[in-house]
């Protein structure tokens, strides 16, 4: 079964910075794209940054500048560095992977930005 393990999430300050990571495992099918999402509480769903198997990048206007999204492709893994913090970006962020026969979701990792 497949499995999707995020980690990095946590407490920083305004304008501080993260990173968050997420590796996948026992996934069979062809990776068509990795990315994160974010459901800030009261509001929609939100795709934060999707990265192609051939390395193409989209951000969400709200991130673009501050947010960089980046895989390992040897290890599965789909990294987001987060800087320039704002407390709107608090919220949990999800992983996802996007194969030919299906999509997969992390567990969710939680970010607060608080002073």
């Known amino acids: 079964q497949a499995q999707l393990v995020e980690s990095g999430g946590g407490l920083v300050q305004p304008g501080g910075s993260l990173r968050l990571s997420c590796a996948a495992s026992r996934i069979i099918a062809r990776i068509n794209s990795m990315g994160w999402y974010r459901h800030p509480p009261g509001k929609e769903r939100e795709l934060v940054a999707t990265?192609?198997?051939?390395?193409?990048?989209n951000y969400a206007d709200s991130v673009k500048d501050r947010f960089t999204i980046s895989r390992d492709y040897a290890k599965d893994t789909v990294i987001l560095q987060i800087n320039k913090l704002k407390p709107e970006d608090t919220t949990v962020y999800y992983c996802?992977?996007?194969?030919?026969?299906?999509?997969?979701w992390g567990q969710g990792t939680q970010v607060t930005v608080s002073s």
């Open positions: 996802f992977v996007r194969t030919s026969r299906s999509d997969y």
């Open positions: 990265i192609t198997e051939w390395g193409n990048t």
